[in-house]
């Protein structure tokens, strides 16, 4: 069994910046890749950004350019750096990691202020 349990969400003005951080314990070495989701209101839940074992990252055509996803595996820790935040940004994000089988983190709030 894997836990993921996200951090750093808050409230930020557009163009800044927020870094989320995603915490995973129990058998993580058996994931193989992990992931942020994120779900707007009134919206599905969306891949944001992806990344494997081996570093090969994968972005959201909204989030290229603006999102950095990375792993630090001795901390068994997953981030997401944000930075010139849009209000379109504003969304629950999600941590998910890849074993099989997926597991999902409860989620953290981002709110972009225009």
């Known amino acids: 069994q894997v836990q993921l349990v996200e951090s750093g969400g808050g409230l930020v003005q557009a163009g800044g910046s927020l870094t989320l951080s995603c915490a995973a314990s129990g058998s993580t070495w058996t994931v193989n890749a992990m992931a942020w989701y994120r779900q707007a209101l009134g919206k599905e839940r969306e891949l944001v950004a992806f990344?494997?074992?081996?570093?090969?990252?994968n972005y959201a055509d909204s989030v290229k350019g603006r999102f950095t996803i990375s792993r630090d595996n001795t901390k068994n820790t997953l981030y997401l750096q944000m930075n010139s935040l849009k209000p379109e940004d504003t969304a629950v994000y999600f941590c998910n990691a890849f074993g099989p089988p997926q597991y999902w983190g409860q989620g953290t709030q981002v709110t972009v202020s225009s």
């Open positions: 990344i494997t074992n081996s570093g090969y990252t």
